[in-house]
């Protein structure tokens, strides 16, 4: 079953490459940059990664209005996380001639002939918050801090603990430790991942160095820590698994360094199912997060969850557009940051976009005073 489903995909990439030949005698650039046409008669393709998580469904709708707005056609598909869907999304999108692609990939490495196709057909790319690699056909990148994200989590994890005050400062009541925490980290194809984790780990080394912070499970590599795709079950049994199997004889885990509201949640009902809390202040452990999902804004709300970071997605796509608008006019795009993201084959010229740390203590402030979400939502915990 699964040999056959990889030759018929194998054999629709075939057929897509034919179809790109085939359009060659007009130029293989049917697609791409017109300079001189108007929105209206250019089309931006949109390949997304998943439903699953709530930005990403926030993403998509933002580009889709700010470009639309704007008069573009948009072409946009999610691929609900399976590689060889978004695959055959993008070579349509290529055969297709779309003007643009704004590329959100599940495995960054896993789109090289795609990129080389649409580079073919002189059509741009630009990598949507995820970098694509191994691969030179990457034109420009926008994204958050990614760096920032973990160096925010480690501190929000410490804040909790008590190790550091509201000025992130090591706080003067701090206690001895040793404290036990236990480490989550993304899905290793996603290069943000690694950014996440590096900024978590810099910031926490010093902790566990002087024996403050303890990894009980001595699970402290990537690979050991990783969750494929994201998925928030996976991160749940994880967790699970590290309790029965490292603190069953009344061993105190103190916090969870987690890297996205999805496995956050998981990873707290794991704890709360284990008969710790229900909330931080009954003894639940300091569970960070990422994304600002209102089912974890309701979470911090409640001192449930400690924290998370606020990445906002209007803004990215904002950026996002603007970048496109550039390269559609032939310009080069405004890039911040021409140094951090080396793909394997060349630093993608980039755009980073802060981050912001929601705490109980300034949520209400940062996702309610803000407009971004209504007390309602926050009340309920849903969109
Ligand atoms: C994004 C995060 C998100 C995660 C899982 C990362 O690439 O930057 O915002 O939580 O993917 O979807």
């Known amino acids: 079953m699964y040999n056959r489903r990889i030759f018929m995909l194998g054999a629709t990439a075939t057929a897509a490459a034919l179809g790109l030949a085939a ?17 209206s008669e250019q089309t931006v393709g949109v390949a997304m990664p998943t439903q699953t998580y709530e930005r990403w469904v926030a993403d998509g709708n933002n580009i889709k209005k700010g470009l639309e707005d704007k008069g573009f056609k948009v072409d946009m598909q999610y691929a609900e996380d399976d590689i ?10 290529v055969n297709s001639g779309v003007s643009v692609l704004l590329i959100a990939s599940i495995d960054g490495a896993s789109l090289s ?3 080389d196709a649409a580079a073919a057909a002189n059509i741009p790319v630009i990598a949507y918050d995820r970098l694509l690699t ?10 958050f801090d990614n760096y920032k994200v973990g160096v925010n989590q480690a501190n929000a994890l410490m804040f909790g603990l008590g190790l550091l005050d509201e000025k992130f400062e090591a706080a003067d009541d701090a206690p001895k430790g040793p404290l036990n925490v236990e480490l989550f980290a993304g899905s290793l194809d996603d290069n943000n991942a690694h950014l996440f ?15 403050t912070l303890v990894v009980l499970s001595k699970q402290t590599d990537i690979e050991q820590a990783a969750t494929q795709r994201w998925e928030q079950e996976t991160a749940q049994k994880r967790m699970e698994n590290l309790l029965t199997t490292h603190y069953n004889g009344g061993e105190e885990l103190a916090g969870v360094l987690a890297p996205a509201d999805p496995l956050s949640r998981g990873i707290i009902n794991a704890l709360q199912n284990a008969g710790l809390g229900p909330t931080i202040k009954e003894g639940l452990p300091i569970v960070t997060g990422q994304d600002a999902e209102i089912a974890s804004i309701k979470l911090i709300a409640d001192g449930v969850q400690s924290s998370t970071i606020f990445k906002d997605t209007r803004n990215l796509a904002e950026q996002a ?3 496109a608008e550039s390269i559609l006019k032939g310009d080069n795009p405004e890039a911040n940051d021409t140094e951090t993201y080396d793909n394997g084959v060349k630093v993608v010229p980039s755009y980073l976009l802060e981050v912001q740390m929601v705490l109980e203590s300034n949520y209400q402030q ?5 407009g971004y979400y209504t007390e309602k939502q926050v009340e309920t915990g849903q969109l």
Do not use: H, R
Request: some cysteine; glycine content about 12%; overall charge negative.
């Open 23 to 39: 359009c060659g005698g007009e130029g293989a650039g049917s697609g791409g940059p017109d300079t001189d046409a108007a929105p």
């Open 84 to 93: 060889p869907t978004q695959q055959q999304q993008i070579d349509q999108m």
């Open 113 to 115: 002939s795609q990129l």
């Open 134 to 143: 191994d691969s030179e056909n990457v034109d420009f990148y926008v994204t």
């Open 197 to 211: 984790w590096k900024g978590a780990i810099d910031t926490l080394q010093p902790y566990f160095d002087d024996g």
């Open 321 to 323: 557009i603007v970048a």
């Open 366 to 370: 940062i996702m309610v005073d803000s």
